[in-house]
Every structure is written in structure tokens, then in C-alpha cells.
């Protein structure tokens, strides 16, 4: 390659024989976000050994492999043109992504892939992403020279049009090393990648930055093995999301707000200087585990104080929590701490000081207002511990996700509680009170304006305050689909919920004594087990529970329908969000009608559990996924 380097100190990356190249050494400090897979070769027979892969193995999948290859080859592609499959199979060892910010320029993503003995495959990739390029794209291959101190490096440019996932021109770089594959969407940043490889930099690394060592330090002295994690992943939340909003395309009213990402920072929230951790895959007895450590280094300030956390030895189960629980989560968090730093942060979302001061008042003294002291007539009298049950209704459609939370009231306080509640919400017009058993449940109704007709700003408040709807208020009707959110004092807790249906059964079982108890559940106790002993020293603020078959089953058999594109589990946002343009209304992603039942392998997923720790800096969260038989 013309102009190749001559320094030796990039030997010891891309001349290195056989020597495992570190992409967190490679990128500067400026690095905002990263993921790296340490190994490709050893991440993908690690995948291998899991329970899952090897069930869709079974030749009853083959379609359903075909149909989902056919739609990640054709839609997952990455920023730089390269596909999921070259970004995988290239690599003869680490392949690591970065976000890099500079201040004062403008933000971008480059990858590194250690090719060592991979020549003749990067050649032919590099050849076959030109063709790609300018046949199929209609874009533009070039050769442009970059100048790194008095050397000349050759590197081969794509300017790729807009496509339906990225909707501007991008210029990718692209530097072929004899062990390294160097691709970025700036030149900038491949002259700031080049520059440290050739030892003309001095500014330090990813790795140097004392957040990532934390981080990967403390979640590497949880792992026993010495080989290196499968995963390593970090990000800095408030300077990444400020980098990719500063990436999209946005109104110029959009840009002229303060993005939510400085606010953030003004209240506190940068005191959380990183978040990472790492995965390994069929390690340690588990078909996963990861580990993930929030980094905040100083006493949290600002409103960063509203999440103040208590480890706790370990979690009562409530009696309303059903064996029948596909997730359950307990976390212990001080509520009053929460609300008594919510207000800054209110006010500089608002853009005012002094606001939510004004409505706590308002509420409080307005002779025609509510009469509530909101913190210490409700907050001050709630208990720390939150807890949360997820259920799934069958057979199973879009809307089959059911959960209730409940906090504890405080011994003698429940009558006080909805006393305030009543006051609150008996007059809003955008709720509705209904009468169950002994007890009322709240259901969430935002009405739906005529849009023919004006609504003067104070009649909502003049409904609330006097309990009456004022006659300028005209009648409206719910929205479509808006029963939403529903909530209850009962039991000595305060229940809310996504599914009044749900919410009335969870209520009433409980007030009978009948509700079956999800500690009678052999594999929630198999999990707790885990869990308990591995905090049983410290304790934990955080504890979860995952029964793997119902979570799954539920996108399994939306697929089947065709229905996952549209749905509100957390998988299809999830997809949704790695597939630019991928709307709730569109096409199924990949036809899941070949899908044998279900039930043919339900049996073989186990359980996961996870918990969370509070630690002189930081957070800790540790979880896993067990195999059926552990």
C-alpha cells in the first residue's frame, strides 16, 4: 500500500503477528459511546453453545432463517455500508465501534476490525462495497491521500446518497492496514484514528479515561475467567445523546431549544460520567451474564439526588404478587427524597424558575384549589419499597403486556392517602371513578376535543378546583385506545396499572386472601437463591425476576401473526429503533408465518434474574439467563 506507514511504533498494532488488538487503546478519550466484541470468532461458537441458537437450528426454522437472513441483509446495514454479516465475519479478531466528539466539530463514528491474515477477504470485500457502491447505490468510489505528520496514506472514499434509513449523503473512509481495517465517517476523526497509530498523538485513550477503567475494572473483579470478556461495552449518556442529536435533522425551533441532554447536565446528571460493563455468552454455568456499573464518582448534587437508592438485605413479596408473574421487579428508592429534588428539574424543563414551586402552592393555598400539601399529605406517607408485576394476557395480541406497581402506604395512613386522591381526582374530567368493592380505582381518560369548538384554558383547572364541570366546558368523548393507566389504594398499598381489568382481579384476589403468591414458584426461587447470595454481604437495591418462556412466547406468537411490527413489547421497540424508518404501521419485518407452535421448544428456556447494588461510586447491576436444566 503507497505510503504505508514506516513508524514502528504501529507495529505493534497492525504488523503484530498474532497478537490480540484492543480497540479501547485505539480510540481517544473523546469517545462517547463503544461496544466491542472481543473476539468475533470466539463470540460466534460461543453463540453457538446457548440453548436458543441451537433451537433455531432445528431444520422446522429453516424458513424463518431464510426469511429473517433475507430482511437483516437487506435492512440491517450499518452507517458505513457494510452489513451485519461482514462486520461479523470479516474480523479474525476484535472488531470494536465508537461515537467520537470533538468540541467544536462536528460528531462521527468510525470501526476498527483486527484483519490479521484476513488480506484476501478484505480485498474482496473492499472490491465487492465499490461495485456496491456505484451499481447499486449510484454513488461515488474514490482515492483520496491523507497526509499523517510527513507520511501518505492511502485511503479509498464511498459517498453513499441518501437511502430510506439515512436520509443525507455520507462520506465513509475506509484505511486497509495489513492488520487493521480502519472505517470512519469523518475524515477527521481517520486522521485522529492514523495520528495515534503512528504514535503522533498525545492524547490518551479510551482506555486512559478513569470512567472506562472504572467500569471495566470493577465489572471485570465480578468474573472469575481470565480470558477477556466477549462484550465490552461504555457510554457517556449526556455527551452521546448530545452527540446523535446533534447528528439528526432537526427543525430549527428544535435546535433553538436547549436539547434535554444539557438540562440534564445543568441539574446534576453529569455526575454519572459513564455507563458500561460486559457479556459474556455460555460462561460461568449461564446461557448469559452481563455486568454494568453506572459511574458517579462525586456525591450526586442537584436533582441527580432524586435517585437515592438503599441496599437492603433482601425484598418482602407482596401478598397481591401473582405465581403467575412472567417478570417481577423490587426496587428500594426514597420516594420523598425524589419529590423534594423534582422541582429544578421541573423548572428547567419548563424553562422558568420558580414554577413547581407556584403549583405546590397553588395547590396548597389557593382558596379555590385542592387544599393539598402534596409532599406531606401523599409523598411523606408512602414507603420506600416499589414493586412491579408483569403478566401477559392470552391469547396474545398487541396489547397483551399487563403490569401492575404498588407502593406501601405508611401503617394507619391508607385512609389519609385516599382521602388526597379523591380530592386530586374525583372532578377531572379526564379521569374516571369507578366503584369497586370497597375501594375506587381512578381510570386514566384523556378526553378528545372537538376540534370545532374552543376550550378556554381555565376550565379544566375551574372542573378541578370546584368539582363540577363548568358549562363552557362542552362534552367530549375518550380517545380511541386512550384506557391507558388506572390506580387504587387498597391492601395498604397504592396500586397503579396499565389494564383496569387486570388491576380489579389483582385487588380483589388479594383483599379474598386467594392470590397464589410468586414465592411458590420454583424457578422465581431458583433465581432468588442466585441473587441472595451474591448480595447476602452487602444487600441490594434492585432485584428482578424474568420467566423467559412468557416474555418470549408473547414475540414469538406476534410473529407468527404478524403482528410484532405494531406491538409495544420492549423487543419490537427494540427493533424498531435499530431499523430507521420502521413504523408501528409497517410491513411485518420478516415472515414469521413458517414458525412452528411455540410449544415445541418452550420448555427449553430457563429463567433470568438480575439485581442492583449501591457502591461508594456508582451502581452496580449484575444479571443472567439460566438454561432449563440449571
Not at 244 to 262: A, C, D, G, M, N
Not at 470 to 491: H, I, Q, W
Amino acid at each position: 500500500m503507497k505510503g504505508l506507514f514506516s513508524l514502528l511504533t504501529i507495529i505493534g498494532f497492525s504488523a503484530g503477528a498474532n497478537a490480540q488488538i484492543s480497540t479501547d487503546l485505539i480510540f481517544p478519550d473523546t469517545t462517547q459511546g463503544y461496544v466491542a466484541i472481543s473476539n468475533t470468532k470466539v463470540f460466534q461458537a460461543q453463540l453457538e453453545k446457548t440453548t436458543l441458537y441451537q433451537e433455531l437450528q432445528r431444520p422446522s426454522f429453516e424458513a424463518f432463517r431464510k426469511s429473517l437472513q433475507t430482511h437483516v441483509e437487506k435492512t440491517w446495514t450499518t452507517r458505513f455500508g457494510m452489513t451485519v454479516r461482514d462486520v461479523l465475519q470479516l474480523p479474525s479478531g476484535e472488531v470494536g465501534f465508537a461515537l467520537i466528539a470533538y468540541p467544536g466539530k462536528k460528531p462521527g463514528y468510525t470501526l476498527i476490525m483486527d484483519i490479521t491474515d484476513k488480506k484476501n477477504e478484505v480485498n474482496a470485500f473492499m472490491s465487492a462495497i465499490i461495485r456496491d457502491t456505484t451499481a447499486t447505490r449510484n454513488g461515488e468510489a474514490k482515492k483520496e491521500m491523507l497526509a499523517i505528520g510527513n507520511q501518505l496514506l492511502e485511503s479509498t472514499v464511498l459517498v453513499l446518497p441518501p437511502d430510506e434509513n439515512y436520509p443525507t449523503v455520507r462520506t465513509i473512509y475506509y484505511v486497509q492496514l495489513p492488520s487493521l481495517l480502519l472505517v470512519a465517517d469523518q475524515k477527521y476523526l481517520m486522521e485522529v484514528l492514523l495520528e495515534r497509530l503512528g504514535g503522533q498523538s498525545q492524547q490518551k485513550s479510551l482506555s486512559q479515561t478513569d470512567a472506562y477503567q472504572m467500569i471495566i475494572k470493577r465489572c471485570s473483579s465480578d468474573r472469575a475467567l481470565e480470558n477477556s470478556p466477549h462484550v465490552k461495552f461504555f457510554v457517556n449518556p449526556l455527551e452521546a445523546g448530545e452527540a446523535v442529536r446533534s447528528l439528526s435533522v432537526l427543525t430549527e425551533q428544535e435546535r433553538s431549544k436547549p436539547s434535554p441532554y444539557s438540562i440534564l447536565a445543568k441539574q446534576g446528571f453529569d455526575g454519572i460520567k459513564g455507563v458500561g460493563g460486559i457479556l459474556d455468552l455460555a460462561s460461568e454455568g449461564y446461557e448469559s451474564v452481563w455486568r454494568v456499573m453506572a459511574y458517579i464518582p462525586e456525591a450526586p448534587t442537584l436533582s441527580l439526588k432524586m435517585l437515592s437508592f438503599q441496599n437492603v438485605k433482601g425484598f418482602i413479596v407482596p401478598p397481591w404478587m401473582n405465581i403467575d408473574a412472567a417478570r417481577t421487579t423490587f426496587l428500594y428508592a426514597d420516594v420523598l427524597t425524589a419529590f423534594d429534588n423534582f422541582g429544578p428539574l421541573f423548572d428547567e424543563f419548563l424553562g422558568e424558575n420558580g414554577t413547581w414551586n407556584d403549583v405546590l402552592l397553588s395547590l396548597e393555598k389557593d382558596e379555590n384549589g385542592l387544599q393539598v400539601n402534596l409532599r406531606n399529605d401523599l409523598f411523606a406517607l408512602l414507603e420506600n419499597n416499589i414493586a412491579v408485576m408483569t403478566n401477559y394476557n392470552k391469547p396474545v395480541d398487541e396489547k397483551s403486556t399487563r403490569y401492575v406497581a404498588s407502593i406501601p402506604i405508611k401503617p394507619g395512613s391508607e385512609a389519609k392517602v385516599a382521602a388526597i386522591l379523591h380530592r386530586m381526582f374525583d372532578a377531572d374530567p379526564d379521569f374516571i371513578k369507578e366503584e369497586f368493592n370497597n375501594d375506587v380505582i381512578w381510570n386514566y381518560v384523556p378526553q378528545q376535543k372537538d376540534p370545532n369548538q374552543a376550550r378556554p384554558s381555565s376550565s379544566r383547572l375551574r372542573a378541578r378546583r370546584g368539582g363540577v364541570l363548568p358549562p363552557d366546558l362542552p362534552a367530549r368523548k375518550p380517545a380511541e385506545g386512550s384506557r391507558k393507566t388506572a390506580f387504587c389504594v387498597s391492601s395498604g398499598y397504592l396500586f397503579a396499572g396499565n389494564n383496569a381489568e387486570y388491576l380489579r382481579f389483582v385487588i380483589s384476589e388479594t383483599a379474598a386472601g386467594n392470590m397464589k403468591s410468586i414465592g411458590a414458584a420454583p424457578l422465581y426461587n431458583k433465581v432468588l437463591a442466585i441473587v441472595d447470595k451474591e448480595t447476602e454481604q452487602t444487600g441490594r437495591f434492585l432485584q428482578g425476576y424474568v420467566l423467559n418462556q412468557e416474555g418470549f412466547e408473547l414475540n414469538y406468537n406476534l410473529c407468527r401473526q404478524g403482528k410484532l411490527t405494531g406491538s409495544n413489547t420492549v423487543f419490537a421497540r427494540c427493533l424498531r429503533a435499530l431499523t430507521p424508518k420502521q413504523s408501528k404501521n409497517a410491513e411485518p419485518m420478516f415472515d414469521g408465518k413458517t414458525l412452528p407452535p411455540f410449544d415445541e421448544f418452550k420448555e427449553k428456556l430457563g429463567p433470568s434474574g438480575y439485581w442492583g447494588r449501591v457502591e461508594s461510586n456508582g451502581w452496580f447491576f449484575k444479571g443472567f439467563s439460566m438454561s432449563s436444566e440449571k
